[in-house]
């Protein structure tokens, strides 16, 4: 199994609810849903983690209860935290932003070692050329 979320602790292949720190995590989404930043609403939970920790830690669908986590917070606390989220991005005008994808850098310059060796077949000579491709020069 991967790692267990904040907030539960495996007992006999069982997922159960760590009190303490599902008290923590509720504390976290009162404390946002409230007004408070990320990071201050965690740390007033008693959760010393950074902002995008925070962020995921209100993401982790898990927390809503699944086959094998109990929940630990109700649909509509996870859906308003959720739309808040959203609200706060577009008033910071975080939405509409994307990574420009970097372009693939297709190597075109090689090094060869010396043919021996000359096919009629133009498949074979390729394959043979190809085969002597020692490395790539940057």
Same mark, same amino acid.
Not at 25 to 40: E, P, T
Not at 108 to 123: L, S
């Given at each position: 199994?991967? !790692?267990?979320? /904040?907030g539960y602790?495996i &007992?006999?292949?069982c997922?159960l $609810? @760590?009190?303490? =720190?599902? @008290? =923590? $995590? +509720? =504390?976290l /989404?009162d404390?946002?849903l409230?007004?408070?930043?990320l990071?201050k609403a965690?740390?007033?939970a008693g959760?010393?983690? /950074? !902002?995008?920790?925070? =962020? +995921?830690?209100m %993401?982790?669908? !898990?927390?809503?209860g699944?086959d094998f986590?109990?929940a630990?917070?109700d649909?509509? *606390?996870?859906?308003k935290a959720a739309?808040?989220?959203l609200? +706060?991005?577009?008033k910071l005008?975080?939405? @509409? +932003?994307?990574k ?6 297709i190597p075109?310059r090689? !090094?060869?070692a %010396?043919?021996? *060796?000359e /096919?009629?077949d133009?498949?074979? &000579?390729a %394959? ?9 020069v940057?």
């Amino acid at each position: 199994m991967g !790692h267990t979320p /904040y907030g539960y602790t495996i &007992q006999n292949g069982c997922a159960l $609810i @760590d009190e303490e =720190k599902a @008290d =923590k $995590i +509720r =504390k976290l /989404y009162d404390n946002y849903l409230s007004g408070m930043a990320l990071n201050k609403a965690a740390a007033e939970a008693g959760i010393e983690t /950074y !902002h995008s920790t925070a =962020k +995921r830690l209100m %993401e982790n669908p !898990h927390y809503l209860g699944d086959d094998f986590y109990p929940a630990i917070i109700d649909r509509e *606390t996870y859906d308003k935290a959720a739309e808040e989220r959203l609200r +706060r991005a577009g008033k910071l005008g975080r939405l @509409d +932003r994307k990574k420009a994808a970097k372009p693939a850098v297709i190597p075109t310059r090689f !090094h060869f070692a %010396e043919a021996e *060796t000359e /096919y009629e077949d133009p498949r074979l &000579q390729a %394959e043979y050329l190809y085969s002597l491709i020692e490395s790539e020069v940057s």
